[in-house]
């Protein structure tokens, strides 16, 4: 009978070890799904981001007739113009490039960014006045 009961302890023991090796390995995955997930969530920051500042490069590219665009990309833009130019005034006071929001390259204000033939002369006068920066031609 003592025999038995050493098997036995040692079964349970063997099982007691099987499970917390079990409960090892669920931290260690549970721990590298969350490091996934933390990775997955930056990225997809880092995509929108990008996603950003490339339509606003795109953007500026369009307004200058710097690049040919397909017909329907043509009337996004056109679109967006017109809600900018609705948006100018309201934003005149907060005047803002993309400096401020972390794009060096590129300025997102509606004056640089809108076609000059829509840009109003009121607006075009308190931006000189302002002593803004001059829009670059790249």
Do not use: C, W
Request: proline share 4%; hydrophobic share 35%; net charge positive.
């Amino acid at each position: 009978m003592a025999k038995r009961a050493a098997i036995k302890a040692q079964v349970g023991a063997l099982f007691r070890q099987a499970v917390d090796q079990l409960d090892d390995v669920k931290n260690v995955v549970r721990r590298k799904g969350d490091r996934f997930e933390a990775d997955i969530k930056r990225l997809i920051g880092e995509r929108d981001r990008l996603l950003t500042l490339l339509g606003e490069q795109t953007y500026k590219l369009a307004n200058q007739g710097k690049i040919p665009l397909p017909s329907f990309v043509q009337r996004t833009v056109e679109a967006l113009n017109e809600v900018v130019m609705t948006l100018a005034p309201a934003t005149e006071s907060k005047h803002t490039s993309s400096r401020a929001h972390g794009h060096a390259d590129v300025e997102t204000n509606s004056s640089a960014a809108a076609p000059k033939k829509r840009t109003p002369a009121k607006k075009a006068r308190s931006k000189k006045s302002r002593g803004s920066v001059s829009k670059s031609t790249n």
